[in-house]
């Protein structure tokens, strides 16, 4: 593939990534506004939407891993592994704190969108260790 | 592992672009190549060492091996 495919590829690539990740944005929006009509099929609807609003953003993730090179594989199995440990942290965490009485209920929002953070961050971390002179 | 990709890639003016995309990898592979972090598979070895006509170890060495480690 010469630099010019790779090129448009890659700006595709980046489009569907920004599509999947505002319906990431939006799904979670749109699913509360659902539950709160507080029918049965709009709570269906919005547990729908709110769980599927993922597929395509964790879709693109998978498209990237298997048409990445060994490199691209590498980062993102490190990624992976961190934030998948940290994020097993920040469950134990949010579980004794709720043990001990210092928070009422563990909000699983939060767990969610922490360990989307945690993912996050660990990928941009990982790409940077790479990149940085030994 | 040490390598003399960018002095080789150099020499012959290409980008890491360039030389990515004539070996089969993203630039970002050839960044973390170059930089020492992250040590190729063989076969991209074997491409990147056809490509410059060289052996793989004419451009990829062992540190380790220096001081008497195997």
Same mark, same amino acid.
Request: net charge positive.
């Given at each position: 593939m010469n630099i010019?495919?790779?090129?448009?590829?890659?700006?595709?690539?980046?489009?569907?990534?920004?599509? *999947?990740?505002?319906?990431?944005?939006?799904g979670p929006a749109v699913a509360h506004r659902l539950i709160e009509r507080e029918t049965t099929a709009a709570r269906i609807?919005?547990?729908?939407?709110?769980?599927?609003?993922?597929?395509?953003?964790?879709?693109?993730?998978?498209?990237?891993?298997? =048409?990445?090179?060994?490199?691209?594989?590498?980062? =993102?199995?490190?990624?992976?592994?961190?934030?998948?440990?940290?994020?097993?942290?920040?469950?134990?965490?949010?579980?004794?704190?709720?043990? *001990?009485?210092?928070?009422?209920?563990?909000?699983?929002?939060?767990?969610?969108?922490?360990?989307?953070?945690?993912?996050?961050?660990?990928?941009?971390?990982t790409k940077r260790y790479y990149e940085r002179e030994r | 592992m040490k390598n003399r990709l960018r002095d080789l890639r150099a020499a012959r003016g290409w980008s890491q672009a360039e030389l990515g995309s004539r070996v089969g990898v993203s630039r970002q592979a050839i960044i973390a190549i170059e930089t020492g972090r992250f040590d190729p598979s063989l076969p991209l070895a074997f491409r990147a060492a056809r490509l410059f006509g060289l052996r793989i170890e004419e451009i990829f060495h062992d540190p380790a091996l220096d001081n008497g480690h195997r």
């Open positions: 010019t495919d790779q090129f448009r590829r890659n700006v595709r690539g980046f489009y569907i990534w920004i599509g *999947a990740t505002l319906l990431l944005g939006i609807a919005a547990v729908v939407i709110g769980v599927g609003s993922m597929l395509p953003w964790l879709w693109v993730i998978v498209s990237v891993i298997r =048409h990445g090179d060994e490199f691209a594989r590498r980062m =993102h199995l490190v990624a992976i592994a961190i934030a998948g440990g940290a994020s097993l942290v920040l469950m134990v965490a949010m579980d004794w704190l709720q043990q *001990a009485w210092f928070i009422k209920s563990a909000d699983l929002t939060l767990m969610w969108t922490g360990c989307l953070l945690l993912w996050f961050v660990t990928l941009m971390a | -």
